[in-house]
């Protein structure tokens, strides 16, 4: 049976969250602040600043507060043929060297040192592959790639693959006869699985726009006057996971805000266009997550203990060095089962709700699970084969070793970004952690005050106020509620808006345009 999936776009003005379902089930959650410059995918034209041959890596300096670090095996075999070219970019400001007929070199050697193939100042073209962790930079690569819908774009290799999930052996060779027909020389390319079926016009289309991006960038080069300097910039998160993550069984994307849902569109209307009308504007006044019941399942989906059924809980610990997950069966009933039968039954509870956890908080790295002892080694090897069948949805690359006999299995996970770890204890708005809080009786006076110092003195008519959804029944309740006495007092311009993710007695003001309006407690009304 298909999974039906939708996607959900908050855009707000200082972060963008995305939350994809699987049949209403939330199974990734994204999120990105505004401000945020670096992104997996970026490419730079930077100098290297140090070189460190007891690592055979150097460290490059792409602006980031942290050098970033560029190992020798990840120059590339071609970096000794894009470093020549480079040169010649460089050294004509007004005429674009053409990169077909750049000249080839000799492969550079995996045995190689660093010390003899770089030298400090060098300018370098990089790609960062994995975001900064911690306490560590970016991590660099001159092997530089663009993935597109159907095809994935290498500069300076000359090599056609076809992804292995393409079984049909005659369909592979077709794919492979047609790349090699309309590709230009000196580059590679990497057919991606969705790929399969698809006409030469479409692939020859994308092969057209992957060129184009690598020219604009080559352009960017010639004119670039300061290092480190842009040259590249990743696809927006949004577009970024469409790219990879969209399917058929894509019901639904809805989107909060015009500029973003245009965007999509347009990307969607590009690589589908007969499913371009699954992309929607979402105008409710309610917050979106909030609607599609996104906020609550984000709340009882992080955190450290994480429910899942008959009262059984896992407890998920982060380390500098590893994730560790523990499975408890907590206060379940175990009826008539035996304690064996009882474990399975657990454990492949613990399995479904892990695979869906690793997913979601994209978990990566050294991942250890400690589930409840079982005795019976087929017992542990159903839950091994039923981990490796749950994680097949997982697109990062992944591998699970089999239970050891304490009944433990380590997982390890590819990791480009940090954990998405999002706070789900809320901290008191109100008192800032001091116990002592205004008579929330009053509470409706504080935020009159709040109105009327808007109204009278900023002069602002038309703005929402956002409240926990227990206080917005009590401000609406009755036939003539507070919320419409202030109407009547302050104009129809003031707006009640219930928000799940607020705590009790915290609110937040937003004008016409969504913008939030800072009234915390220091402005006070008298």
């Known amino acids: 049976m298909d999974v039906t999936s939708e996607l959900y776009i908050d855009v707000q003005p200082k972060k963008i969250s995305i939350a994809l379902t699987e049949d209403k089930r939330l199974a990734e959650y994204q999120e990105e602040e505004q401000s945020l410059s670096f992104s997996v995918g970026n490419v730079y034209l930077a100098k290297v600043r140090k070189l460190m041959p007891g690592l055979n890596a150097c460290f490059v300096n792409v602006g980031h507060e942290r050098d970033a670090f560029l190992h020798y095996l990840d120059l590339g075999l071609q970096f000794a043929s894009y470093a020549k070219y480079l040169k010649q970019v460089q050294s004509d400001r007004k005429n674009l060297y053409s990169f077909e007929k750049a000249s080839i070199l000799p492969d550079l050697p995996k045995e190689g040192s660093v010390q003899t193939t770089l030298q400090q100042g060098q300018e370098v073209l990089v790609q960062i592959v994995k975001e900064p962790i911690s306490t560590k930079g970016p991590r660099l690569t001159c092997d530089l790639s663009f993935p597109g819908r159907f095809l994935v774009f290498t500069p300076f290799g000359d090599k056609v693959s076809v992804s292995t999930k393409i079984k049909s052996s005659a369909e592979r060779a077709r794919l492979k006869q047609v790349i090699e027909s309309i590709k230009p020389k000196n580059c590679g390319i990497i057919v991606r699985t969705v790929a399969e079926g698809k006409r030469t016009g479409e692939l020859d289309a994308e092969m057209k726009v992957l060129v184009s991006r690598w020219e604009d960038i080559l352009r960017k080069v010639q004119q670039a006057k300061e290092l480190p300097t842009l040259v590249y910039e990743e696809t927006s998160r949004t577009v970024g996971m469409l790219r990879d993550l969209f399917n058929p069984g894509f019901e639904n994307i809805f989107v909060n805000r015009e500029d973003i849902y245009r965007e999509v569109h347009d990307y969607v209307s590009l690589i589908a266009p007969d499913r371009a009308d699954v992309v929607k504007l979402y105008k409710g006044s309610l917050p979106i997550f909030d609607n599609f019941d996104i906020t609550r399942q984000i709340k009882s989906g992080f955190g450290r203990t994480v429910s899942y059924k008959h009262g059984a809980y896992l407890i998920i610990e982060h380390t500098e060095a590893l994730h560790v997950v523990d499975v408890n069966s907590g206060n379940r009933n175990h009826g008539g089962d035996s304690q064996e039968a009882n474990a399975l039954e657990v454990n492949l509870g613990a399995a479904e709700e892990l695979a869906r956890q690793l997913r979601l908080r994209d978990m990566g790295g050294i991942i250890v699970v400690d589930f409840i002892d079982m005795k019976l080694a087929e ?148």
């Open 379 to 526: 017992d542990r090897q159903q839950l091994y084969e039923r981990m490796c069948e749950l994680m097949k949805r997982d697109r990062a690359r992944h591998n699970i070793l089999p239970l050891s006999k304490f009944c433990l299995m380590q997982i390890t996970r590819q990791r480009v970004r940090p954990v998405t770890d999002v706070a789900v204890e809320e901290s008191c708005p109100t008192c800032q952690g001091t116990g002592q809080i205004k008579s929330s009786f009053l509470f409706h006076k504080v935020l009159e005050g709040k109105i009327k110092f808007l109204y009278y003195k900023l002069g602002i008519k038309r703005f929402t106020l956002h409240v926990h959804p227990y206080v917005a029944a009590y401000l609406n309740q009755g036939i003539i509620s507070l919320c419409r006495k202030w109407q009547f007092k302050y104009g129809f311009g003031v707006k009640v808006i219930p928000s799940q993710k607020l705590a009790f007695l915290q609110y937040e003001f937003y004008d016409k345009d969504g913008q939030e309006i800072d009234m915390k407690e220091e402005v006070e009304i008298r």
